[in-house]
T-cell receptor, first 109, second 115 residues
Framework: GQNIDQPTEMTATEGAIVQINCTYQ??????LFWYQQHAGEAPTFLSY??LDGLEEKGRFSSFLSRSKGYSYLLLKELQMKDSASYLC??????????WGAGTKLIIKP | GAVVSQHPSWVICKSGTSVKIECRSL??????MFWYRQFPKQSLMLMAT?????????EQGVEKDKFLINHASLTLSTLTVTSAHPEDSSFYIC???????????FGEGSRLTVL
């Protein structure tokens, strides 16, 4: 079956770095997305990886290893506003998105 | 970036009535639109996938006759919750994609409360 795994909750300190991991098993693969979702709001797009390696966008970076079925989202210089849920989703061969349950990130001063 | 507009943002209705939620892609042609519902503190649950001009594909456990989805054009999809009941109260979110765009864009979400 198809499956996405990511930690349920993580805690980090303001100004620090945190890495949120995601492993996936899908029927075919057409890329992996990371979304940020604040409570009561719709998800907002963070990154899309389809090739192996690290892609950096400001304070956020996303990494993909297709051979390992693994991705991570790296957040640097954490700010209080980064407290949110982070959703990992893989696009399968039918262009259907398979969603993880999300990782709730708690930032402490 | 691409914009997907969802309307209404909030809706409160009486039990037994029907509610329509619209999802529009404002600056691109959405070949595929997705509808999700999300309960508090839970992840998105895909309800159905709709391709323009064809019938929606519903996920297992989602009632087709209760959640009517229409994708009549490349820029508009609608979700109608028929004979709504309090257990249908949820956050409904649409998303749209095009192969050319290579990304998936979300609407702002619609919070439905059924009294």
């Amino acid at each position: 079956g198809q499956n996405i795994d990511q930690p349920t909750e993580m805690t980090a300190t303001e100004g620090a770095i945190v890495q949120i991991n995601c492993t996936y098993q899908t029927s075919g693969f057409n890329g992996l997305f990371w979304y940020q979702q604040h409570a009561g709001e719709a998800p907002t797009f963070l990154s899309y990886n389809v090739l192996d390696g690290l892609e950096e966008k400001g304070r956020f970076s996303s990494f993909l290893s297709r051979s390992k079925g693994y991705s991570y989202l790296l957040l640097k210089e954490l700010q209080m506003k980064d407290s949110a849920s982070y959703l990992c989703a893989a696009l399968d061969s039918n262009y259907q998105l398979i969603w993880g349950a999300g990782t709730k990130l708690i930032i402490k001063p | 970036g691409a914009v997907v507009s969802q309307h209404p943002s909030w809706v409160i209705c009486k039990s037994g009535t029907s509610v329509k939620i619209e999802c529009r892609s404002l600056d691109f042609q959405a070949t595929t639109m997705f509808w999700y519902r999300q309960f508090p503190k839970q992840s998105l649950m895909l309800m159905a996938t709709s391709n323009e001009g064809s019938k929606a594909t519903y996920e297992q456990g989602v009632e087709k006759d209760k959640f009517l989805i229409n994708h009549a054009s490349l820029t508009l999809s609608t979700l109608t919750v028929t004979s709504a009941h309090p257990e249908d109260s949820s956050f409904y979110i649409c998303s749209a994609s095009s192969r050319a765009a290579g990304e998936l864009f979300f609407g702002e979400g619609s919070r439905l409360t059924v009294l």
